[in-house]
């Protein structure tokens, strides 16, 4: 547009020129010319500026192009998210209404199981007023067939060792006060069923026994047990379990005893369940059948209609009762025994040596009357009531005044009648004559428990730990040697606190353990 305003300006002085000396007719021309020469510039122009106007907007419309395309395809994912969120949504709220019904339907099934569970609270309630109301009956019967003399009852002794121990003591000592109050006592020896086991109490199967090791031990039992109850005729009698128990007939007592127990219930008992991680076997699983079916046995040929037996028994007795109740449609009763425990709620009859027998081979009675002669304190009047049977009202007597010197003589009269009962008053004369004289300075060592030893090991002297090792008075070296350290023995009346010290014994020595036990050494 510039040049052609410029090439004008030329033309229009060249007119001007030419007019001035050819005249207006070539002007005309040249004019004409002009004009087509400026519309020729101009109408470049417009062209060339529309041109450049329709490029750039052609470059902001593909831009828009590309931008809506990208807006579109951003819609179109929109879109396609909506459409899945609403379908979740929709899912879900079919899933709420389906919750919503179950829910229903839960708190119908809970207010029906809640209207149960008040009726069955009801119905357990009321059963346990008549099991209170039974049971109170049934203690009330107890006592007036006990207190007149009605009762027959018994208790078993698996002959598991060859000799009793302190732990019979309990049921020993029952026995024979039930006995003297009228009623008659049965003595079960478990020949049968001791040829099994009681698994009650036990983490391990019991040792299997040989038929001979165990009329042996029913033997032996037989002759301790004759110093508590007074077997003479109608006052008591003694049967062994292995006259009915050894000849059943497996499938007649499947038939007449397997339905009258539940596997299921039996195993709910402790005697059983402790034993379920360890193993149980059928062998011990039939344990609770034998003992039921020797009370059943016992109700039908001797009337009895009571068993003790210590709280370990409880399902094995429960069992015997249960049975009596199916096969015979009557009652039949299950007491449990104290457990003779110390005031730490420990069980008493051990000591260092192992269990306190009554058989004097096993446990000496010097032995005996030093165990009773040295229980503690707290122990002595539980002890003097519970297996002695001095009047109460002298043992309430010393209970009063039970102080210093009063506790002692206590101790000497509990140790006293028990080992007479046991051992007969000759032997408990003895030991009691010989604890006196000991601890008064006396020296008579003639009832003193006593270890010989061959003169070959005694040469050169013998260490003191293995003195006391081959008396017995410490089970091992290590706890040998914590007592001589703390001053706790005595050899002859001299303190001996070296571990390494050599005793030398000509023909015998005194050894004090403590303040109370003593033991004779002798040369062999």
């Not at 009596?324 to 110390?342: E, F, G, P, Q, W």
């Not at 001095?390 to 102080?403: A, D, F, G, S, V």
């Amino acid at each position: 547009w510039a040049d052609g305003v410029a090439i004008a300006g030329n033309v229009i002085r060249l007119i001007m020129d030419y007019n001035m000396y050819n005249g207006v007719a070539m002007a005309s021309r040249v004019l004409a010319i002009l004009v087509l020469v400026i519309v020729t510039c101009i109408s470049l122009s417009v062209t060339k500026l529309l041109k450049q106007f329709f490029a750039e907007n052609m470059n902001k419309i593909e831009k828009a192009a590309v931008i809506q395309k990208e807006n579109n395809e951003k819609m179109v994912a929109v879109a396609d998210n909506i459409t899945r969120h609403f379908g979740q949504a929709m899912d879900m709220l079919d899933e709420l209404e389906k919750s919503i019904d179950i829910n229903h339907n839960s708190m119908k099934d809970i207010a029906e199981s809640t209207e149960s569970t008040a009726e069955a609270i009801q119905r357990q309630a009321t059963m346990c007023a008549e099991i209170q109301e039974n049971t109170d009956i049934a203690e009330k019967e107890i006592s007036e067939m006990i207190n007149n003399g009605k009762a027959t009852f018994y208790i078993g002794f698996d002959p598991t060792a060859d000799s009793l121990h302190v732990g019979h003591f309990m049921a020993l000592c029952l026995m024979k006060r039930l006995q003297m109050a009228g009623n008659k006592p049965i003595v079960l020896i478990g020949g049968g069923t001791g040829m099994i086991g009681d698994p009650s109490g036990k983490s391990d199967m019991r040792k299997m026994m040989t038929q001979e090791t165990v009329q042996h031990n029913c033997d032996c039992f037989k002759k301790q047990m004759s110093r508590f109850i007074d077997f003479s005729e109608g006052k008591a009698i003694m049967v062994n379990n292995a006259d009915w128990l050894m000849n059943l007939n497996y499938i007649e007592l499947l038939r007449e005893v397997g339905a009258c127990f539940s596997v299921n219930k039996m195993l709910t008992f402790e005697c059983y369940k402790q034993r379920m991680e360890r193993g149980l076997t059928f062998l011990e699983f039939n344990y609770m059948i034998m003992q039921s079916y020797d009370f059943y046995m016992l109700f039908q040929k001797y009337g009895c209609n009571m068993q003790f037996g210590g709280d370990d028994q409880w399902a094995n007795m429960l069992g015997g009762t249960e049975l009596i109740r199916k096969k015979l449609a009557k009652d039949a009763h299950a007491m449990t025994i104290t457990l003779l425990t110390n005031s730490e709620g420990k069980k008493m009859g051990k000591t260092e040596k192992g269990a306190v027998w009554l058989d004097p081979e096993k446990t000496s009675p010097y032995d005996f009357f030093q165990y009773w002669r040295n229980v503690g304190d707290n122990d002595v009047i539980k002890c003097l009531k519970l297996l002695t049977f001095l009047p109460i009202e002298q043992i309430e007597e010393m209970e009063r005044t039970m102080t210093g010197a009063e506790l002692n003589k206590a101790k000497e009269l509990l140790a006293y009648e028990l080992t007479s009962l046991i051992h007969g008053k000759e032997e408990a004369d003895k030991c009691l004559e010989a604890a006196k004289k000991l601890f008064g300075g006396a020296g008579n060592t003639d009832d003193m428990p006593t270890t010989e030893i061959p003169a070959a090991e005694l040469e050169g002297g013998i260490n003191i730990l293995d003195l006391l090792v081959k008396t017995a008075l410490c089970p091992s070296k290590s706890e040998a040697r914590r007592l001589v350290q703390q001053g706790g023995v005595s050899v002859d009346d001299v303190k001996v606190t070296d571990p390494n010290a050599a005793v030398e014994i000509a023909e015998s020595v005194i050894i004090k353990k403590g303040k109370k036990v003593y033991h004779k050494v002798a040369r062999a």
